[in-house]
T-cell receptor, first 117, second 111 residues
Framework: GAVVSQHPSRVICKSGTSVKIECRSLDFQATTMFWYRQFPKQSLMLMATSNEGSKATYEQGVEKDKFLINHASLTLSTLTVTSAHPEDSSFYIC?????????????FGPGTRLTVL | GESVGLHLPTLSVQEGDNSIINCAYSNSASDYFIWYKQESGKGPQFIIDIRSNMDKRQGQRVTVLLNKTVKHLSLQIAATQPGDSAVYFCAESSNDYKLSFGAGTTVTVRA
């Protein structure tokens, strides 16, 4: 099946710094990718839709200036958490639909654990 | 807004028994439903999906049932194994491909 990777898998940073998380589709092209946030023992909440060649679209309540998304190529989307604070500590997960073979089926990355001190 | 929800947050099952995980959804416009399995510290793993024009779909050891009348979705796991211990999420989607996840059910398999 299609594979999505994320880097880093785990990151610890100081409050006020920025952190970049990469999401890559390894064996397929993805014009669209999705970013989710998951707090402990909670469900996944969609943050934004990353669109190759255009601006990302954000869900209600998600600050676009704080969570910068760049879809640099057909296989790479990045999420930058700017001026991170402890409340941004969470598990960030990306997904991408395998558009050609099955556009509805989304494949998820392994997630990135962000801890802000 | 409307969201997908789950009936039970936890399920304990004896190894070898069948498991049934339930999910209620409220968005009548949803036409695609998926079950995901998430192990601790990992991303969700696709299990099985079903479209709104179907009421049952079977995979390897898993069956998904969809009852559109009462907006209910269930996942049946046959002969549950220790490796099935995880959190299971149902998710719904409409034609914009965005997924809305339910709260999740933690399944624990007893040896």
């Amino acid at each position: 099946g299609a594979v999505v990777s994320q880097h880093p898998s785990r990151v610890i940073c100081k409050s006020g710094t920025s952190v970049k998380i990469e999401c890559r589709s390894l064996d397929f092209q993805a014009t669209t990718m999705f970013w989710y946030r998951q707090f402990p023992k909670q469900s996944l909440m969609l943050m934004a839709t990353s669109n190759e060649g255009s601006k990302a679209t954000y869900e209600q309540g998600v600050e676009k200036d704080k969570f910068l998304i760049n879809h640099a190529s057909l296989t790479l989307s990045t999420l930058t958490v700017t001026s991170a604070h402890p409340e941004d500590s969470s598990f960030y997960i990306c997904s991408a639909p395998a558009a050609i073979t099955s556009p509805d089926t989304q494949y998820f990355g392994p997630g990135t654990r962000l801890t802000v001190l | 807004g409307e969201s997908v929800g789950l009936h039970l947050p936890t399920l304990s099952v004896q190894e070898g028994d069948n498991s049934i995980i339930n999910c209620a959804y409220s968005n009548s416009a949803s036409d695609y439903f998926i079950w995901y399995k998430q192990e601790s510290g990992k991303g969700p793993q696709f299990i099985i999906d079903i479209r709104s024009n179907m009421d049952k779909r079977q995979g390897q050891r898993v069956t998904v049932l969809l009852n559109k009348t009462v907006k209910h979705l269930s996942l049946q796991i046959a002969a549950t194994q220790p490796g099935d211990s995880a959190v299971y999420f149902c998710a719904e989607s409409s034609n914009d491909y965005k997924l809305s996840f339910g709260a999740g059910t933690t399944v624990t398999v007893r040896a």
